[in-house]
């Protein structure tokens, strides 16, 4: 019998191509499960799945924007099955409410709220006719701390707490676990993307200003997240749901 944490499952996880995505599911392939990653840009995502594959892994890219729920609906019905569900698409916008036009709050609502519950919409009936599942929800420190010009983004990993809430009451009779990760600062292609857009010229100080932000020095890597993704959604965290993990350096609690 295998001794990986995840032999035998299937994982469903979205944004899975690049930074968090992309570590959980390296990780989660490593430890055994058949990965499934729903991708906007499935060029990063298949080199990812000829990485998964040249270890002997299983893994395969379905491209899909998680914003529309038709397309979700169709990509999910041929997967067929889902033991665990990684909702970690998502995108940023950087401003204050004066400075979030009604477009810009479309888009980021569009990925990360009703983008989350698309793939949930899609994935909860199949967990509950085997009478079991797992969901994790990649949410935000931003949802917890008041953060500079992040209005449009701070209020959709808020809508993504209470999604994970919500979804963890009702299908807690179905075997179906759900909890949310919030992660600080975490490097990866989403952090550099915004430091290049928004800071130019000023890349490298930034970058040294958000790795201090955490008391603990510096950001986390996505391997890091992938960690406790892992251990949230394998057997071992059995008594765990309706729960919410910041993952943070010290940001929430130790900046003072
Ligand atoms: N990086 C951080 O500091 C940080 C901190 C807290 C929370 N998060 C959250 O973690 C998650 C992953 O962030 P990341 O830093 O790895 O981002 P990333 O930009 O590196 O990766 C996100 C992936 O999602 C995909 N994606 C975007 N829109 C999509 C759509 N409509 N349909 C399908 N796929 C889509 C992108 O193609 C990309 O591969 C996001 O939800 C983000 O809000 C990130």
Redesign the pocket.
Same mark, same amino acid.
Not at 23 to 36: D, K, W, Y
Not at 79 to 92: K, P, Q, S
Not at 229 to 246: K, R, V, W
């Given at each position: 019998m295998s001794n990986k944490k995840l032999a035998g499952k299937t994982a469903i996880i979205?944004? !899975?191509?690049? !930074?968090?995505?992309?570590a959980i599911s390296l990780r989660f392939a490593q430890e055994g499960a058949a990965v499934h990653i729903?991708?906007?840009?499935t060029a990063?995502?298949d080199t990812l799945v000829e990485a998964i594959g040249a270890f002997g892994g299983q893994a395969s890219v379905h491209s899909?924007? $998680?914003?529309k729920q038709e397309m979700v609906c169709d990509v999910v019905r041929g997967i067929g099955t889902a033991d665990i569900l990684v909702n970690? *698409?998502?995108? %940023?916008h950087v401003g204050d409410l004066e400075h979030t036009t009604e477009a810009d709050f479309d888009r980021i609502y569009a $990925?990360?709220v009703k983008?989350a519950y698309n793939v949930l919409y899609a994935v909860v009936p199949l967990m509950k006719k085997q009478g079991r599942g797992v969901i994790l929800n990649? %949410?935000?420190? *931003?949802a917890i701390v008041g953060i500079t010009d992040r209005f449009a983004?701070s209020t959709s990993?808020g809508a993504v707490q209470a999604m994970t809430l919500s979804v963890a009451r009702d299908y807690l009779p179905y075997g179906i676990r759900c909890n949310s990760i919030?992660? *600080?600062? $975490?490097?990866?292609?989403? $952090?550099d993307?915004f430091i290049a857009k928004n800071y130019p010229g000023k890349e490298a100080e930034m970058f040294e200003t958000l790795s201090k932000s955490q008391p603990i020095g510096r950001?986390a890597q996505?391997e890091e997240i992938a960690s406790l993704a892992l251990y949230l959604c394998s057997d071992e965290a059995g008594f765990i749901t309706g729960n919410d993990y910041p993952i943070d350096g010290g940001f929430v609690k130790l900046n003072n």
């Amino acid at each position: 019998m295998s001794n990986k944490k995840l032999a035998g499952k299937t994982a469903i996880i979205t944004g !899975g191509g690049s !930074g968090i995505g992309r570590a959980i599911s390296l990780r989660f392939a490593q430890e055994g499960a058949a990965v499934h990653i729903l991708e906007l840009n499935t060029a990063v995502a298949d080199t990812l799945v000829e990485a998964i594959g040249a270890f002997g892994g299983q893994a395969s890219v379905h491209s899909c924007d $998680v914003s529309k729920q038709e397309m979700v609906c169709d990509v999910v019905r041929g997967i067929g099955t889902a033991d665990i569900l990684v909702n970690n *698409a998502g995108i %940023a916008h950087v401003g204050d409410l004066e400075h979030t036009t009604e477009a810009d709050f479309d888009r980021i609502y569009a $990925v990360n709220v009703k983008g989350a519950y698309n793939v949930l919409y899609a994935v909860v009936p199949l967990m509950k006719k085997q009478g079991r599942g797992v969901i994790l929800n990649m %949410a935000s420190i *931003a949802a917890i701390v008041g953060i500079t010009d992040r209005f449009a983004y701070s209020t959709s990993k808020g809508a993504v707490q209470a999604m994970t809430l919500s979804v963890a009451r009702d299908y807690l009779p179905y075997g179906i676990r759900c909890n949310s990760i919030s992660p *600080a600062r $975490v490097h990866t292609p989403f $952090v550099d993307g915004f430091i290049a857009k928004n800071y130019p010229g000023k890349e490298a100080e930034m970058f040294e200003t958000l790795s201090k932000s955490q008391p603990i020095g510096r950001m986390a890597q996505p391997e890091e997240i992938a960690s406790l993704a892992l251990y949230l959604c394998s057997d071992e965290a059995g008594f765990i749901t309706g729960n919410d993990y910041p993952i943070d350096g010290g940001f929430v609690k130790l900046n003072n």
